[in-house]
């Protein structure tokens, strides 16, 4: 979106990925969603409604939207 100050862009831990800071938002164990900006555009990623997801997971699949652009 380029809403890039949407709710979903909440604090959380931030993971630097060469120029991209990925931010993971929500408990350590059950990871919400990942965010991060990149060309003037907020991107996320969420976790299933159950939170199967690790966060290592979780950061695995956003990296994957950076290599598919």
Do not use: I
Request: proline share 6%; net charge negative.
């Amino acid at each position: 979106t380029r809403f890039v100050d949407a709710p979903a862009a909440a604090p959380g831990h931030r993971v630097m990925e060469g120029d991209v800071a990925f931010t993971v938002v929500g408990p350590s164990g059950r990871p919400e969603r990942v965010w991060w900006k990149k060309d003037g555009l907020l991107w996320w990623v969420s976790n299933t409604l159950a939170s199967a997801l690790t966060a290592d997971e979780l950061l695995a699949v956003a990296r994957s939207c950076l290599s598919a652009e």
